[in-house]
């Protein structure tokens, strides 16, 4: 359990996950976490939820905690971030999870010396499920980077990377949910097509994925091996194989990742 108080600037979807995470995760009390946000309704659903105190005042989020997380939108972040740069000094830690803004950015925004870390985080951190990569700026500690793992780990798994590969994060585990949706409705839409009832092909294709990847992580074989098990010799698999092959398939998804990430290298330019 972390001895520090964490404070979340931002009580929409990612903050109010992140919040959550840590509390349910059992690395933090509620009394060791706050929450800021502007709107009432958001403050008043988070205090509810979790029996955190939720204030307006991001300044006084800021003289409470000793883990500051910033989770705004990128276009705002500028300004959040020094209106609480006094607040933070070098003496607390920033975590930014905000999208495309970096390590360089931030700081200039802050007091000399200011700790930051960058996060990557991604949608399914919501239920407990994320995946994250994590930077540390030039003033982070090995201890501020170890506290950003383990609040990261509390609700999924967080990889450390140097800030240059997050935009690779962002293209693979950042909009990678997005392509599994795809996926799952193109795989129930194939059922459909084969004459499966909807929701009863809806309800085998998320179960599939969800059963695949269960297996995945807790197999220590490589994933072709995997695969090969299910595709035997002259059966249905390796037909259903052949045709995504045929299609392009991998490049296609490898293709995916690849321009998410040259989009997120843009965002980060302006």
Known sequence: MLTAKIGVIGAGKIGAAIARGVIRGGLARKEQVMASDVSAELRQAIAKELGIEATPDNGALCDFADIAILAVKPQIVDGVAREIARKLGSSKLLVSVAAGVPLSRLEANLAPQARVVRVMPNIPCVVGAGAAGYAGGAHATAQDLEHVGSILNSFGVAMPVEERYLDAVTGLSGSGPAYVFLFMEALADGGVQAGLARDVALKLAMQTVYGAARMALESSKHLG?????????????????????????????????VKATKRSQELGRG
Do not use: H, N
């Not at 299910?230 to 990742?257: C, D, H, K, N």
């Open 225 to 257: 091996e995997l695969k090969d098990e299910v595709a035997s010799p002259g059966g249905t698999t390796i037909a259903g194989i052949y045709a995504l092959e045929q299609g392009g398939f991998r490049g296609t998804v490898m293709e995916a990742v």
